[in-house]
Nanobody, 132 residues
Framework: QVQLVESGGGSVQAGGSLRLSCAAS???????????MGWFRQAPGKEREGVAR????????YYADSVKGRFTISRDNAKNTVYLQMNDLRPEDTALYYC??????????????????????WGQGTQVTVSS
């Protein structure tokens, strides 16, 4: 089990930036580096949607079309931490943002990398509010 704690959320105006962090605890470095990490978000009344994913090594990243070119996911395995740099924020980015850990590649491949059931551990979320 990996415990995940998100931070860095807040309120910004449209066009602003935020950097989210997700620290993993209750795990060793050798375990953490086996997990791919993802960021998800959920707005009120909407389903949870995948935003970005990064491979265990950090060499491969994937983004939802809605954030491509604006958000960047990265990780520092020495710190057991994954980040989400969010630029050019829009009101529609307002949501509760979660990080999640996944061991292994989804059985259904690339089409499933943003399906929540393919992730094993979840944080409690951090709120991002973007005003126009």
């Amino acid at each position: 089990q990996v415990q995940l704690v998100e931070s860095g959320g807040g309120s910004v105006q449209a066009g602003g930036s935020l950097r989210l962090s997700c620290a993993a605890s209750s795990t060793t470095y050798s375990t953490y580096v086996t997990y791919a990490m993802g960021w998800f978000r959920q707005a009120p009344g909407k389903e949870r949607e995948g935003v970005a994913r990064i491979s265990a090594t950090g060499f491969k990243t994937y983004y939802a079309d809605s954030v491509k070119g604006r958000f960047t996911i990265s990780r520092d395995n020495a710190k057991n931490t994954v980040y989400l740099q969010m630029n050019d924020l829009r009101p529609e980015d307002t949501a509760l943002y979660y990080c999640a850990a996944s061991q292994g590649w989804p059985a259904r491949g690339l089409s499933a990398i943003f399906e929540p059931e393919t992730y094993d551990n979840w944080g409690q979320g951090t709120q991002v509010t973007v005003s126009s």
